[in-house]
Structure formats: C-alpha cells, structure tokens
C-alpha cells in the first residue's frame, strides 16, 4: 500500500460507523408505542398469533425492512404497527429513535419511539393473522417494579447440532491450522435475559427495551 491508497481508504472511512456485518444479522424494525391514558402514559403490547414463530409471546409491533416498500427502518416501524394494530398511520406519531438491541441470537432490532392517538383500544383492530391481541402496561409500573434477571449461555458448534445434516463439520478448526479448542464446542458465553412478571409476561429482547427506557428516565 502506498500513500495515495492508504489516504484513499481514510477518504473511504464512514462518517457515522455502524456495525461491520450487519447484513448477515435479521433486522426488524419495531414501534415502542405509547398511550396517553387518564392515568399517565402507559405502553401498548401486543401478544403474537398462536400460529406465527413465537406464538402468544409479547412484543412491539414491528417487522422485517422491505426495499420496495420502505424507504428508512423508521417506514418499516410505522408500516408495520399500522399494518398489526389495524389502524391508519396518521393515527401513529414517532417521536424519536432509542439505541438497538444487538441479540445474541443474529438479529439486530431498531427501535422507534412514537404515540398511538387513540381514544381506546377498542381503536385498534389487530390483523388475527399476526396478532392475538393487544394491552397496555402503564409506565409507572415498570419505574416501580424493575426486571428479574436471568441468564442463557451461548455455545459455538463446529458441527451442526440438528437437523438433516447433523454432526456434518462445518467450521474445519483442524484443516485450517487452528487450535485444537476450535474443533469441539468454544465460548460458553453467558448473557443477560430479562423478565418482567406482567401478564402475561413480558421478556427477552422487549424487556430489554422497557428497561432501557426505563433508565434513561432517570
């Protein structure tokens, strides 16, 4: 490398880094979507279709960015809760962006922050092939009533562990000149998994989200 390559590579440096591999990670957009009540704002959630992956869990509304149809994850935000919650976007107001939450699990989650202008949620008309249903949880309960925290622990295979070609070697450790420790399972990381004990209960990736807003509060 000369000097003229290596200052055509700072040229090329991002101006606002993101994350290196991003697109071999899933990355849905959501709607944390607020609900101003007589008793103070509270959070609308929505419990998955017992026929869709993740079935009668709780989430946001939110989903897959589409190209032809999204110009910005912030579309997809909106797009989706309009599409889930049955309601016509101009009833949806996003007010901010809050950080994403990098899952363990090769997905990465943006979030939007934004109000449902509704006068009850007999407003909303959940699309049945998506949603069971929809609740609230007013905010002050999750100031009052901080996350149980448990942990899972993270493995990395060689070899496929499932499915029609289990145990075929996938990561060759040995014929690529690696330590040994690279041909059975390495890492054993822990991390964090949170729980709210609501009902039904909110956890996972939501809950991290509700806590982290929940710290920002102060």
């Known amino acids: 490398m000369n000097k003229k390559e290596f200052e055509n590579l700072l040229a090329h440096l991002p101006r606002d880094p993101g994350i290196l591999g991003r697109e071999d990670y899933f990355n849905p957009a959501v709607l ?26 709780v989430c946001f509304p939110g989903g ?14 909106l797009r989706e809760a309009s599409e889930e919650l049955g309601i016509v976007k ?3 107001e996003i007010l901010g962006r809050t950080d994403a939450v990098v899952s363990p699990y090769l997905m990465i989650v943006d979030a939007f922050i ?3 202008k509704i006068e009850s949620l007999g407003d909303i ?18 100031r009052n ?23 075929s070697v996938l990561f060759p450790a040995k014929e690529l000149g690696l330590p040994e420790r690279y041909t059975k399972p390495w890492g054993k990381q822990r991390y964090n998994i949170y729980y709210y004990r609501t009902d039904p ?18």
């Not at 897959?64 to 935000?77: E, K, N, V």
């Not at 209960?201 to 509060?217: E, N, Q, S, Y």
């Open 32 to 57: 944390i979507p607020f609900v101003e009540m007589p008793d103070g704002y509270h959070i609308l959630f929505e419990v998955r279709a017992k026929h869709i992956p993740q079935g009668g869990e």
């Open 145 to 167: 009533n901080p996350p149980e925290v448990y942990q899972g622990v993270l493995c990395s295979h060689p070899c496929a562990i499932d499915g029609p070609d289990e145990g």
């Open 201 to 218: 209960p909110v956890w996972g990736i939501t809950a991290r989200f509700i806590k982290d807003l929940i710290d920002k509060m102060g």
């Open 64 to 77: 897959r960015y589409q190209p032809g149809m999204d110009s910005s994850l912030m579309d997809t935000a």
């Open 114 to 116: 934004g109000i449902i």
């Open 125 to 142: 008309k959940p699309d049945p092939m998506e949603v069971e249903c929809v609740f609230t949880i007013p905010v002050e309960f999750f």
């Open 90 to 92: 101009d009833k949806i």
